[in-house]
């Protein structure tokens, strides 16, 4: 569904991304990991048209999108959860949730992917009428999700999603992912958290400083020594 091949992306002079290229086959969940500056997040904003690339290309259900427009991605079938929720502080829950539909023109199909987005987040719900910047961090978190769906992504980005967030609200998070991919969504994870990311995806990608270090499935990166040691605390 999606491949990047041979990207260097700068920031100024900063060379951020040098020559990442990685695939996500569709129904997968892929979890991209490193430290803090690896390059996971400039990946996605590369991807999903933010940041052009100098060189290298991305491919989606074989078009390249490397100079399309973030609109015409989002058209496409690809949406982003930006790291830090993003979600519009001034709008209630449920018009949060509608400007995910913006490019939609099915109301009826609107109006059940809204129950849809419920059932996930029951306690979004409970809120629709509240305002966004009234909401805690794991329902601004549900909230950024549940908007991102009202799209209808074929493809879901997915950037730190468990940042800031209590481990019980994190397991709630990453079990709706979950369900988000079994009912029919591909899924790139950005995660700080390997332990969980690892947990949940079928493969997974090391970042160190812009390149990819290590690649494999999500059993061989959790018994890889390095990938042990570095990311997961364990010996």
């Given at each position: 569904?999606?491949?990047?091949?041979?990207?260097?992306?700068?920031?100024?002079?900063?060379?951020?991304?040098?020559?990442?290229?990685?695939?996500?086959?569709?129904?997968?969940?892929?979890?991209?990991?490193g430290?803090?500056?690896?390059?996971?997040?400039?990946?996605?904003?590369?991807?999903?048209?933010?940041?052009?690339?100098?060189?290298?290309?991305?491919?989606?259900?074989?078009?390249?999108?490397?100079?399309?427009?973030?609109?015409?991605?989002?058209?496409?079938?690809?949406?982003?959860?930006?790291?830090?929720?993003?979600?519009?502080?001034?709008?209630?829950?449920?018009?949060?949730?509608?400007?995910?539909?913006?490019l939609?023109?099915?109301?009826?199909?609107?109006?059940?992917?809204?129950?849809?987005?419920?059932?996930?987040?029951?306690?979004?719900?409970?809120?629709?009428?509240?305002?966004?910047?009234?909401?805690?961090?794991g329902?601004?978190?549900?909230?950024a999700?549940?908007?991102?769906?009202?799209?209808?992504?074929?493809?879901?980005?997915?950037?730190?999603?468990?940042?800031?967030?209590?481990?019980?609200?994190?397991?709630?998070?990453?079990?709706?992912?979950?369900?988000?991919?079994?009912?029919?969504?591909?899924?790139?994870?950005?995660?700080?958290?390997?332990?969980?990311?690892?947990?949940?995806?079928?493969?997974?990608?090391?970042?160190?400083?812009?390149?990819?270090h290590?690649?494999?499935?999500?059993?061989e990166?959790?018994?890889?020594?390095?990938?042990?040691?570095?990311?997961?605390?364990?010996?």
């Amino acid at each position: 569904m999606l491949k990047l091949d041979g990207i260097h992306t700068f920031y100024g002079s900063i060379h951020a991304l040098k020559g990442v290229s990685l695939e996500v086959n569709q129904g997968e969940i892929v979890t991209l990991i490193g430290a803090n500056g690896a390059g996971k997040s400039t990946t996605l904003m590369t991807l999903c048209g933010v940041i052009r690339p100098k060189q290298g290309t991305v491919t989606f259900n074989g078009q390249d999108i490397t100079r399309v427009s973030t609109e015409k991605i989002v058209k496409l079938g690809v949406t982003q959860v930006p790291e830090g929720r993003m979600i519009f502080p001034r709008l209630t829950v449920i018009e949060n949730l509608r400007m995910g539909a913006y490019l939609r023109r099915d109301p009826d199909g609107v109006k059940a992917d809204e129950e849809k987005v419920f059932g996930l987040f029951p306690r979004l719900k409970e809120r629709r009428g509240q305002y966004g910047g009234t909401l805690s961090g794991g329902e601004q978190q549900m909230l950024a999700i549940g908007r991102a769906i009202m799209a209808r992504p074929s493809l879901l980005l997915l950037d730190e999603p468990s940042l800031g967030l209590a481990p019980i609200v994190v397991e709630n998070i990453f079990d709706v992912i979950v369900n988000i991919n079994k009912a029919g969504t591909t899924v790139l994870l950005v995660e700080q958290n390997a332990q969980m990311a690892l947990h949940i995806a079928h493969r997974g990608y090391v970042l160190t400083t812009g390149e990819v270090h290590l690649t494999g499935t999500s059993k061989e990166l959790l018994e890889n020594p390095q990938v042990r040691a570095a990311y997961l605390g364990l010996e």
